[in-house]
């Protein structure tokens, strides 16, 4: 199967997201942390990564993994090799100072009372600014104390992937360790405990969609969708936003997500 690249831009467009219409780039003080930070985490922390390699070091990219403990973004962070800008929810802006951690490292926020509509524009001006969004799909940390602790996927990093179907999107596991580095409640970490990540081959929305394992859909498919009303069109792409979204949680069950 494939899809050309007009069939991408309709997928493209009946995605419905729109950016606010402003630049983005990554604040001062982010990109001077960014020198200087990983380096000390690399020295303080039991942090092992597998496919570091893999990580685009040029370009818009899309960085999702599980969400198991508050400062798993500074640990992805580390397999990047770049600055990340993640959606979070409101509750990390409330008080100082993280307030002015969030904001002074670009972070986006997310009010789920308004469908996160706002946060999502914002996402995609980041991504069209050429920088490195950062989502984590459950939509929140998990709150298990026990495995199983992945969570079912949102559909809100899969409408972005659609939206830029030629952006990769990078999967970045956290299987050993990561609850244990800092459990919840705990106001400190423990830096000494063993954490592995695991970075797998990035892969567009538009790879994804036209393999027979994935969306399984061609250049008809897309004639016959632009042939429907609104709604239906909607539905159709909706199937493909969740069988996305499940499909990468069970890679990152089978990669050893607990």
């Known amino acids: 199967m494939a899809l050309s690249e007009q069939s991408l831009e309709k997928i493209s467009d009946w995605v419905g997201l729109e950016g606010t219409g402003e630049s983005f780039s990554t604040p001062l003080i982010y990109r ?23 990580v685009p ?15 798993d973004p500074f640990i992805k962070i580390l397999a990047s090799q770049r600055p990340i800008h993640f959606m979070a929810k409101e509750g990390h802006f ?44 459950e939509g929140t940390r998990s709150r298990r104390e026990v495995p199983p602790m992945l969570q079912p996927a949102k559909t809100g990093f899969a409408r972005l992937a659609a939206k830029f ?40 929305f538009g790879e994804w969609a036209q393999h027979e394992q994935g969306g399984g859909i061609d250049d008809k498919w897309v004639d016959e969708k632009s042939n429907l009303g609104v709604e239906e069109r909607q539905d159709s792409m909706r199937s493909l936003y969740r069988k996305f979204a499940d499909q990468f949680i069970e890679t990152q069950k089978m990669r050893g997500a607990p």
């Not at 997310?110 to 995609?124: E, N, S």
């Not at 106001?187 to 892969?203: G, S, Y």
Request: glycine share 8%.
């Open 32 to 54: 001077f942390l960014e020198k200087y930070v990983p380096a000390l985490l690399r020295a303080v922390t039991n942090v092992h990564i597998t496919g570091a390699h893999k």
């Open 57 to 71: 070091l040029e370009g818009a990219a899309i960085f999702c993994g599980n969400h198991l403990g508050n400062l």
């Open 94 to 137: 409330e008080k100082q100072p993280n307030r002015f951690v969030m904001v002074s490292t670009g972070q986006i926020e997310t009010f789920r009372k308004d469908g996160a509509r706002d946060a999502l524009a914002r996402a995609v001006d980041v991504i069209h600014s050429g920088h490195c969004l950062g989502v984590f799909p």
């Open 165 to 204: 179907p030629n952006v990769p999107v990078v999967p970045v596991t956290m299987s050993i360790g990561a609850r244990e580095f800092m459990p919840p409640g705990s106001k400190f970490p423990k830096p000494w405990k063993r954490i592995e990540l695991i970075v797998d081959d990035p892969l567009t």
